[in-house]
């Protein structure tokens, strides 16, 4: 049996939704459940909270037991858009509060201060449309202007990219030291982490798959994975990669793995960098 830990609040292990629409949606989450994942991660951008919603509502899963993420486009984060975003992601998804709303991206050039937009998903989670916030694609700057602005344990986590092939060091140190666990997107480096001589090489020691092993490794370091597939095998291997526990030797061994082979859109901060 697999059993999830859970960094902060968030089981450690998620499937993710992204470009998954319509009917393939329906299929696919209602897999994930069937299979065992309880942690869903959607957004207002991926119009897909209308199938993630049906198919989480219509699943054998109890609302208590089922973790759903949403989050908040940049282009809503001025007064009262945080609000509007989340009330309606909330329609779509036919629910009364999700469990995690993150800001999807920081205010562009800080179009938008980021007090105010933090002090309002805030309040949304004060009302109960959420039972926690956190943040996403937050460089180094925002988290500390974000801990400014309404303290480090309101942050439930910061979801940016982070897998074996692209370890994000400084911001997943940074908010380490602060006590705010990391969830990777992009775990499989959108496929790319899934082979190789490494993780091959490793994945036979553990009779596991490439893709489980650049799981294990991000679980193993105390990161929250969300990774998505539209393969019913592939959505049910990849929840088994938390019954694989890396030995010391193996971790180091895709420690040294580091390179810079991000897959994140060009718009997406250089993480080494910024701030
Ligand atoms: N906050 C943000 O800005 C942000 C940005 C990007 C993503 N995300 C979230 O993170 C989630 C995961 O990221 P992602 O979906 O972009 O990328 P990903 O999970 O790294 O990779 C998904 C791709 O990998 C393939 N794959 C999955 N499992 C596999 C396996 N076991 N073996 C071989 N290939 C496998 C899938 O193909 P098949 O379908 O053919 O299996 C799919 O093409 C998203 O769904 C979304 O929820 C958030």
């Known amino acids: 049996m ?20 319509g009917e393939e949606c329906l299929r696919c989450v209602d897999h994930a459940v069937n299979v065992g994942y309880r942690h869903f991660d959607t957004a207002a951008f991926y119009e897909n909270e209308v199938e993630v919603g049906q198919a989480l509502r219509g699943s054998s899963a109890s609302r208590d037991d089922l973790f759903v993420t949403t989050k908040v486009w940049y282009d ?16 779509r998804l ?36 959420t039972r926690n916030i956190g943040v996403s694609n937050f460089t180094r700057r925002h988290i500390d202007e974000a801990i400014a602005a309404i303290g480090t344990s309101e942050i439930a986590t910061n979801q940016c990219e982070v897998n074996v ?37 490793i994945a036979a020691k553990y009779g596991a798959t490439a893709a489980q092993i650049a799981l294990s490794w991000l679980l193993g370091k105390g990161h929250i994975a969300i990774p998505s597939s539209s393969n019913t095998t592939r959505i049910e291997q990849n929840f088994r990669a938390a019954d694989i ?13 580091n390179g810079d082979r991000r897959v994140s859109p060009l718009w997406a901060p250089d993480w080494d960098i910024a701030a």
């Open 2 to 21: 697999t059993l999830i830990p859970t960094y902060g609040v968030i089981p450690a292990l998620g499937y993710g939704t992204f470009t998954r629409k």
């Open 94 to 129: 036919g629910m009364g509060y999700v469990d995690l709303l993150l800001i999807h991206w920081p205010s562009p050039d800080d179009e938008v201060p980021l007090q105010q937009y933090m002090e309002e998903i805030v309040s949304l989670k004060a009302e109960g449309l």
């Open 245 to 257: 526990s890396l030995s010391p030797g193996d971790t180091e061994a895709l420690d040294q793995m």
């Open 165 to 201: 092939m692209f370890h994000n060091e400084p911001i997943v140190t940074h908010c380490q030291n602060a006590g705010i666990p990391m969830t990777a997107y992009l775990p499989l480096a959108k496929g790319a982490a899934s082979s190789g001589c490494e993780l091959e090489r």
């Open 76 to 91: 809503q984060l001025g007064a009262g858009e945080v609000r509007a975003s989340t009330e309606a992601s909330l329609e």
